[in-house]
Every structure is written in structure tokens, then in C-alpha cells.
Nanobody, 127 residues
Framework: QVQLVESGGGLVQAGDSLPLSCTAP????????MGWFRQAPGKEREFVAA????????HYADSVKGRFTISRDNAKNTVYLQMNNLKPEDTAVYYC????????????????????WGQGTQVTVSS
């Protein structure tokens, strides 16, 4: 079992930046592909960004491309999501997710590929 803990959510204004973090307090996830997802009220959970085991490969949803950056520090068991130029439509609960992979360069866009999830952190962007 991998416990994931997100942090960094909050209330910001449109155009602001906000960094999110996701840590695995009791396990190294250097062999895990990581993803960020979000769920807005009344909507299904959607993919935001993913990063491969080493961080060499990343992938973004079109809606956040150029504004969000996913990164990771395996020595700190932490994956980050830097969110810039936030928009009201970015308002959602943000979740990080992890899946054990056998090779580097692998990442997933589908939530069904991930085995472990954090509890989520709320991000609210006011206009």
C-alpha cells in the first residue's frame, strides 16, 4: 500500500500561481509513474498531468498545457504540480496518483491505470 498526501491547495485569484505537492511519507516511489487529476463539482475526474519514473517524460491535458508543470524529486518522495496563470475553470479538488511501473518513460492518462490515490486538496480560483 502506498499512502499519498497532497498539500498546497487554497483560494487564489485568477492569474495567480499555486504549487501543489504530493508526498509518500513511508515509501519511496522512484519506480512509480505519477499523475495529477482533478474533479470539479458535478463533473467527472479528469486527467491533468503525468510524469514518468525518472521525470524524463511528462504529459499534460490540453487545458493546462503551457500553464502547469509537473515535476518530481525522488530523493524527497515528492511530486509537484506548479500551476501558473490560474483560471476559474481550474477550480477543483486535485488528486495525485501512483502506479508501479517496470520501465522508465511510462506514464498514463487514464485514471484506471493508477493503483494509489491521495485524499485530494481543494483549489479554488476566484474571478
Amino acid at each position: 500500500q502506498v499512502q499519498l498526501v497532497e498539500s498546497g491547495g487554497g483560494l487564489v485569484q485568477a492569474g495567480d500561481s499555486l504549487p501543489l505537492s504530493c508526498t509518500a511519507p513511508d515509501r519511496t516511489f522512484s519506480h512509480y509513474s505519477m499523475g495529477w487529476f482533478r474533479q470539479a463539482p458535478g463533473k467527472e475526474r479528469e486527467f491533468v498531468a503525468a510524469i514518468s519514473w525518472s521525470g524524463s517524460s511528462t504529459h499534460y491535458a490540453d487545458s493546462v498545457k503551457g500553464r502547469f508543470t509537473i515535476s518530481r524529486d525522488n530523493a524527497k518522495n515528492t511530486v509537484y504540480l506548479q500551476m501558473n496563470n490560474l483560471k476559474p475553470e481550474d477550480t477543483a479538488v486535485y488528486y495525485c496518483a501512483a502506479v508501479l511501473v517496470l520501465t522508465d518513460g511510462v506514464f498514463y492518462e487514464s485514471e484506471f491505470e493508477y493503483d494509489y490515490w491521495g485524499q485530494g486538496t481543494q483549489v479554488t480560483v476566484s474571478s
